[in-house]
């Protein structure tokens, strides 16, 4: 090709990569902010996570999902009889919450536990106190527990010597954010600080009252 | 009055020579075997029978250590496990041993390595403290005082506002 033909090329290509970058720019999603918040993904079916649950709290009070319309939820799953995972992972919400300072009482953290055998409202008492005093922690029959485990895509099982009462057990170990819409919005993984994920809650604040 | 200074300090700078001696021991609490070296040793407080203790060991020598088993008197019994995350799922293992490399302390945390306590005898209670044995493939055994923290606890210091991602 003649050098001016492909300087003309050059020139026409950089224009076009040019104009979709400042699409892009004016356009496009996000601008910036800690990598750690996901959004209302839709790729591979994580916007599928959630839904109706009917469970028991540690009072013995029937809960729905439903009430708790218009806040947001942090929702984690564990078993009392986890030694490490849980009480690490039901703290850093708790501070999360707290570093949150007023807006707090716009989020309400909640406990569900994937050992509803052993795991029944008077042990779920005596555990919730140790943590945030808003947590609510839910149980239920063994059904119920699996529905509402299936709709948040949370793995669960018994791990090691499985029978007798001493068993130990593996699950997710997510903590889900779910909007005041019921919807999921995001999840944080085990570890993630609290600072983190109070700046990953409030960022999702800010979009769902922009989206207003 | 200068009489009186000289006695004053005569007594006054021993006294806070063999505190500034002394206060080191007592704050530190290390406890070590040979060339091991524990350098801290916590619990959480408990709420049902499972409670979990961790410890950061160091070793100060140059062969291998391995730590292989743990015992105490709060529990029916105590074993060394470690947590292992993949895809978000968190799942437990019992551990034979847990080597302490020279140079190179083995720290057990949240997440990680601990010391599983199962069959509590006794409510643990923040503020509490309590002996626990480490047995050393190597070294033999050594007794341990556990500071009991809060039922949330990640360390004996608040937290620092890191991602451990």
């Given amino acids: ?212 | 009055m200068n009489g009186f200074v000289m006695r004053a300090l005569r007594i006054l700078l021993p006294a806070l020579f063999l505190v500034a001696l002394v206060q080191p021991a007592l704050a530190a609490e290390i406890t070590a075997t040979g060339k091991l070296v524990v350098e801290t040793v916590w619990a959480r407080a408990s709420v049902v029978r499972n409670g979990a203790a961790y410890v950061t060991i160091r070793n100060d020598g140059k062969t291998l250590h391995k730590l292989v088993g743990v015992s105490t008197p709060v529990a029916k019994s105590a074993g060394l496990h470690t947590v292992t995350m993949r895809d978000g799922v968190m799942r437990m293992h019992a551990l034979k041993a847990i080597e302490i490399h020279p140079g190179e302390p083995a720290v057990m945390k949240p997440g990680g390595n601990h010391i599983m306590l199962m069959g509590l005898k006794q409510k643990l209670v923040k503020g509490q403290r309590f002996p626990l044995t480490l047995h050393f493939e190597k070294a033999g055994r050594l007794t341990v005082t556990v500071q009991v923290m809060g039922p949330g606890a990640r360390g004996m210091k608040h937290r620092t506002g890191h991602d451990k991602q």
């Fill in chain 1, 1 to 212: 090709m003649r050098p001016a033909r492909i300087a003309r090329l050059l020139m026409a290509a950089t224009l076009g990569v040019g104009v979709s970058f400042g699409l892009i720019a004016l356009f496009g999603g996000d601008r910036g902010g800690p990598a750690v918040v996901v959004g209302p993904v839709t790729t591979r079916g994580v916007a599928l996570v959630g839904g109706p649950f009917s469970l028991t709290d540690q009072h013995g009070k029937t809960r729905t999902d439903r009430e708790f319309r218009g806040k947001y939820l942090l929702v984690f799953f564990g078993y009392t009889n986890c030694p490490d995972v849980c009480p690490t992972g039901l703290q850093d919400m708790s501070e999360a919450l707290d570093a949150l300072g007023p807006d707090a009482k716009m989020v309400q953290p909640i406990f569900i536990t994937i050992d509803p055998a052993r795991d029944r409202p008077a042990l779920l008492k005596n555990y919730a106190a140790n943590f945030h005093p808003r947590l609510v922690a839910l149980t239920g029959t063994t059904g119920a527990i699996a529905d509402t485990a299936k709709a948040y895509r949370v793995y669960y099982a018994k791990s090691g010597e499985k029978s007798g009462d001493n068993y130990l057990m593996s699950h997710s170990a997510f903590i889900y954010l779910m909007g005041p819409d019921g919807k999921y919005l995001t999840r944080f993984s085990y570890n993630t600080s609290p600072k983190s994920m109070a700046m990953g809650i409030r960022k999702l604040f800010k979009r769902s009252s922009a989206a207003r």
